[in-house]
C-alpha cells in the first residue's frame, strides 16, 4: 500500500466534493476542477476529509493509489488557495510585456514573440519577472515550461528565460593562453 496514498486529505472550509462513478468534482472559493476516476481505487468523503484507498492488491492499482491521492489534493489545493510559478529573464534588451491575455517578448530575435494564456491561465509581470497563476497545478507548470522553452538560459552569460531560484551551471569560455 502507497504512504501517500493511505493519508487523508483534509478540505478546508469552502471545499466541497462531489463524488460521482466515473469522475469526482472539486469546487472552491477559487473555481471548480474535474478528474476521471481510476478503476480499483476507492474515494469516500469523511465529513472534511477524504479518504483513498485501493479495491485489491494488484501492481497496477497499487500504483495507481498515491497518484490519484495527489492528484485529488492539488485539486483541493488549487480550488482554495492556487498555485503561483515565478520566471525571471535575464539579459541586456529582453523585456517582456503583457497585454490582454497574452504576453509579448522581446528576448533577442529579430521579431517580437508573443503566447498567448490558456483562459483559465493569469499573469503578472513586475520588471523582469513573471508570476503565472492559476487553480490547476499541471497546468500552471506546463506553461511556465513553455515560457521557459521560448528562450532557455544559456551557460556562458545566463541570458534567458529562467525559474526565480532556479540555478544555471555557468562555463568558463574561451581563455586564449593556450595557443
Known amino acids: 500500500m502507497s504512504r501517500i496514498g493511505k493519508m487523508p486529505i483534509k478540505l478546508p ?6 463524488i460521482d462513478a466515473d469522475k469526482i468534482t472539486v469546487n472552491g472559493p477559487k473555481g471548480s476542477l474535474s478528474q476521471f476516476s481510476m478503476p480499483n481505487i476507492s474515494v469516500t468523503q469523511d465529513g472534511d476529509t477524504l479518504i483513498v ?7 497496477t492499482t497499487r500504483a495507481k493509489h498515491g497518484l490519484m491521492r495527489s492528484l485529488l489534493d492539488n485539486m483541493v489545493t488549487g480550488v482554495s488557495r492556487g498555485f503561483n510559478k515565478q520566471l525571471e529573464i535575464n539579459g541586456v534588451g529582453y523585456r517582456v510585456a503583457l497585454s490582454g491575455n497574452a504576453l509579448r517578448f522581446n528576448i533577442g530575435f529579430s ?13 503578472s509581470v513586475e520588471q523582469n519577472i513573471i508570476t503565472i497563476s492559476g487553480i490547476d497545478k499541471q497546468l500552471v507548470g506546463q506553461v511556465t515550461a513553455d515560457i521557459r522553452s521560448l528562450k532557455k538560459p544559456e551557460p556562458y552569460k545566463g541570458k534567458g528565460i529562467k525559474y526565480v531560484g532556479e540555478r544555471i551551471i555557468r562555463k568558463s569560455g574561451k581563455s586564449g593562453k593556450d595557443k
Open 13 to 18: 472550509s469552502g471545499v466541497a466534493v462531489q
Open 53 to 59: 484507498s485501493c479495491l485489491n492488491d494488484e501492481r
Open 111 to 123: 521579431h517580437d514573440v508573443n503566447y498567448t494564456l490558456p483562459p483559465s491561465i493569469t499573469a
